[in-house]
């Protein structure tokens, strides 16, 4: 195994798993704090018709919620997969930790999947709350992001079986020699 060739990608990977750690939070408090989005850019981002034009701070905070919460599931796998690419970089390529931190990983994509789907109904419930009877509207949305996010998460779960059971053959092999 070409370990420093591993370890020369794995410490550039995790420099950049860092900077994403760093811009994208920076990147979002910049587009709340300049009042980056509007009534029109929520109703195109959520594909809803019909909204107030003028939204109540209620459903307003709804939405923020949501966002953070899908956020912050993502900074969370960034942060995974920056652990174990730092333990990778280290040298701890076949170890339990980085099985886990692997395993940890596909549970963030499940989670980030079924964030973008219930963040989705509850934003678009939030937004359109308050029209008029009739007009409100409760959609699900499941499309190619979150079947990518499934998949993913089904491949970066069964990666990280594998090298939990590739760092147990190796702490055997360890152990004979």
């Known amino acids: ?7 020369k990608r794995a410490r550039l990977l995790s420099a950049l798993a860092t900077a994403l750690l760093l811009v994208i939070p920076a990147g979002a408090a910049l587009i709340m ?6 009534v029109e850019s929520l109703r195109a981002a959520y594909g809803v018709q019909v909204t107030p034009d003028v939204l109540a701070t209620g459903p307003t905070l709804i939405w923020f919620a949501v966002e953070v919460v899908k956020l912050a599931v993502l900074l969370w796998v960034i942060w995974c997969a920056r652990a ?32 973008h789907v219930l963040g989705h109904t509850i934003a678009v419930l939030a937004l359109t709350w308050g029209n008029p ?17 499934l998949l993913a998460a089904g491949l970066v779960t069964l990666f990280g079986w594998i090298q ?3 760092a ?10």
């Open 33 to 38: 704090a300049t009042g980056g989005f509007d």
């Open 168 to 177: 147990q053959l190796d702490a055997e092999n360890k152990g004979f020699v």
């Open 84 to 115: 174990w690419l730092l333990a990778c970089a280290g040298g701890r390529v076949f170890s339990g930790q980085t099985a886990r931190r692997i395993q940890q990983i596909g549970i963030g994509l499940i989670g980030l999947a079924v964030a």
């Open 133 to 149: 009877a009739g007009e409100r509207a409760l959609t699900i949305s499941f499309g190619s992001t979150e079947l990518f996010l």
């Open 1 to 7: 195994m070409n370990t420093d060739r591993i370890s």
């Open 164 to 166: 939990a059971e590739a």
